[in-house]
């Protein structure tokens, strides 16, 4: 019978690189993968969006990580889950979506995963979507397998709390998520689960469900999470998150503008680095902050897109933004000659999603026209702009667009 690697130096990543805390305990799982039994690990991934996330990239890495031992991996698709949307860290019920909408959005999930775990050959991750079984159940299953959980655990919970401290809807369906996410573990009849430590009370009810219905120990890994400066999670609703459909020049870019205090996390949670040089890296972010970003950004990219492509985003961001220049190859897009107020124009030229970002930014100093090295910085909203072929607006450090009037 086939056998996981048991090498003390990768079980020892697998429990102390990038985990915030194992449940029942981190000796129980020790013991698991010291026996030398392949073990199921699962993660899952709630089709929300239409691309996967940096934050979603750390629980890949570590499944990462089991994979090379030989462990099973499987990488669940939320075909169920999406639609409802997880509760977690929310202070309104998300909007539900339609089976179609979250299986358009998870198109290209599985590709984006490519870059972290194998699919195809030998020990090749298994790919489930959870709608194969929930959408099996009925009603009848559903008060049996409601059964196990009370109505205390689910308000006790930090965000449904705040809900009724200040007398906000709670939906029964968002009760229910934690229930949805623990049968997935009973039917996957899995050893571990891997989420971010924010995922902690969903996993741990299905830790529960496994033992009541199958009387089976299931150990919960959760690991930590990039957070920003003022300690929320870097993420889709934050506005802040880097997704893995970026183009390489764009996935750069975003990570360097990290700030300094999030790039030790990045180094031990976002690259396959080895565990060593990882940890040096990190121990040197404080004595050169700019060379660690544009280390980390590289990482970050070669894993999604290739080292080639990520030297060219280095390349140019380089000359871009630390270098002020203006780059070789410049998205063209036509418009018609003349003057134009310079919101209107950056409507045109989609460069802003509404008439109050265009006046945000403006007012910001985010836009600069011109030619060359003739760039105007336009600070006034109400400014007109007179458009020529050739002429060039620029956004923020790394979006450029020149204007052809033919």
Known sequence: MAKANTDQSMIAEILERGVEKIYPNGSELQKKLESGKILRIYCGFDPS???????????????????????????????FTGMIGDP?????????????????NATNFVKQAEAYINFEGKNSAEVRYNNEWHDKLNFTDLIGLSSHFTVQQMIARDMFKKRLEEEKPIFLHEFLYPLAQAYDSV????????GG????????????LMKAVKNKEKSVLTMKLITDNEGKKMGKSEGNVVMLDSDAADMYGRVM????????????LC??????????LAQAVNDNPRDSKMRLAFEITKINHGEEAAQAAQDKFVKTVQNKEIPDEIEVKSLAAGKYKIIDLLSALNLSASRGEA????????????????????TDSQAEVEVISNLIVQRGKRQFIKISTD
């Not at 990239?57 to 990488?75: D, N, W």
């Not at 977690?88 to 358009?104: G, H, P, S």
């Not at 430590?197 to 529960?208: V, W």
């Open 187 to 194: 039917m996957l009849d899995v050893d571990v689960e891997v």
């Open 359 to 378: 006046k945000r930014l403006i007012e910001q100093g985010g836009i600069k026209i011109g030619y060359g090295d003739s760039m105007k910085t336009f």
């Open 271 to 280: 690259t396959l680095l080895p565990r060593e040089e990882a940890d040096t």
């Open 49 to 79: 969006a239409s691309s996967l996330h940096v934050g979603n990239a750390i629980a890949l890495v570590k499944l990462a990580q089991f994979q090379r031992l030989g462990h099973k991996i499987i990488f669940l698709i939320g075909g």
């Open 88 to 104: 977690t860290d929310k202070q309104a019920a998300r909007k539900q979506l339609t089976r179609e909408e979250v299986l358009a």
């Open 257 to 268: 503008s990290w700030p300094d205090s999030v790039l030790a996390a990045g180094f031990e």
């Open 197 to 208: 430590n924010d995922q902690m009370f969903n996993m741990m009810c299905g830790r529960d």
